[in-house]
């Protein structure tokens, strides 16, 4: 289980890098910007940005997807390990100490 918590923070991290990208690129697509002879230009005259917003969300998605999936297969880890090992029953004894079964 320990491995399972230590994917899932390294899936976290990935995730809040790309979305910390993804705000970098949406505050650059609000920005006018100014090309190298001076003129200024919206990202609509296709300077990309659709784009890159649009592979970062499909990233952020697919790592949504693979915490999903860590989470499901923790739970079926821990299923099965609860199945496979039935409780420890103590032995029956008497009050002199003796096993009864």
């Known amino acids: 289980m320990a491995d399972d918590q ?15 990208k993804r705000r970098e690129v949406a505050i650059e697509c609000t920005q006018f910007r100014k090309n190298s002879a001076g003129q200024h230009f919206k ?4 300077s990309g940005f659709g784009e890159r917003l649009l592979e970062l969300q499909e990233q952020i998605h697919a790592v949504d997807d ?4 860590e989470i499901r297969l923790a739970a ?3 299923r099965s390990q609860a199945d496979a090992a039935p409780p420890y029953t103590p032995p029956l004894t008497s009050q002199s100490g003796r096993s009864i079964a």
Do not use: K
Request: proline residues 4%; aromatic residues 0%.
């Open 66 to 69: 693979a915490i999903e999936d």
């Open 76 to 78: 079926e880890a821990e």
């Open 43 to 46: 990202p609509s005259d296709g």
């Open 6 to 20: 230590t994917h899932l923070e390294h899936l976290a991290t990935l995730r809040s890098a790309l979305v910390a």
